[in-house]
């Protein structure tokens, strides 16, 4: 079914503007920098070779090290982004002593939910299984997730260690997720995120016409509920670093996210970047020329540390 002329349109203007935005964030730094060791486009999956690839990135002086992985979920709306957009941030975490798993997934409206749920999965399973071939620890796994990647990585975190959610996470082709085994989280961090998702269905704001690119049905009373990552925290939820900013226009929902983790006794730091003299947007983090950028990934770092 073809999607509404309005909704193209949307995803067409966010791909033009927030592709721009980006290339003039990171113009200018080295895609093959001294330090970093990088592996790029390994296939993942067989659906679609396009999307299903994902580099790994390592600092050029840890040879021979197995290395604690952070597995980066990118953001951009559920319509938007890819593995190139994040390249410079997740190598930014790599340089803290981290091996890194940068991925692409398929995105709507191309592909519905939960395709990127699938595609996350799939990268979890190459993890898992070839992960050590790369130096990365597959008994210590890290993963960030920003914006709507924010949503995405805290989700499938609630999957991980909701068995109850799992049985009735349905993929496209009608089977249960099932999460690759030995598959577990350290900590997470969850920046800038979206968690319990809101919206009006006859309405016209950006989150509205997200949801009707993004969900089968256009936003059913069982899908929000699926998509409502607070509704399934339980106890053994990994820790979480949740962090947002003055200028985050999801401001709102990281506290949401806080208050659910406090309820049922997961370990979590809740940071808020920026002041009224000093403004941080949405995602402030990718921007890894800046310093407010630099203290926020040391912080999250830091934090992963912690659980090592």
Known sequence: MAEPPEVMRAVEQIREEWGANDAARDAGLPTHPDDIERVDDIVYGTTDERWQRLDVYRPADAKGKALPVIVSVHGGGWVYGSKETYQFYCMELARRGFGVVNFSYRLAPEWKFPTPFEDTNLVMGWLMEHGAGYGLDTSRVFAVGDSAGGHLLALYAALTTNPELAKRFLLADG????????????????????????????????????????????????????????????????????????????????????????????????????DKDHSLGHVFHCHVKTPEAKRCNDDECAFFRLYL
Do not use: W
Request: aromatic share 12%; charged share 25%; net charge negative.
């Open 175 to 274: 089977r249960p997720i099932e999460i690759p085994e030995g598959l577990e989280f350290r900590a997470v961090a969850l920046n800038c995120g979206e968690y319990k998702v809101l919206f009006d269905q006859e309405g016209q704001d950006l989150t509205t016409v997200l949801m009707k690119a993004y969900l089968p049905g256009d936003g059913t009373t069982e899908e929000i509920a699926l998509m409502d990552v607070t509704a399934h925290v339980t106890k053994d939820y990994p820790p979480a670093f949740i962090m947002t900013a003055t200028g985050d226009f999801l401001l709102e929902q990281a506290p949401v996210m806080a208050k659910k983790l406090a309820e049922t006794s997961v370990p979590f730091v809740f940071r808020f970047y920026g």
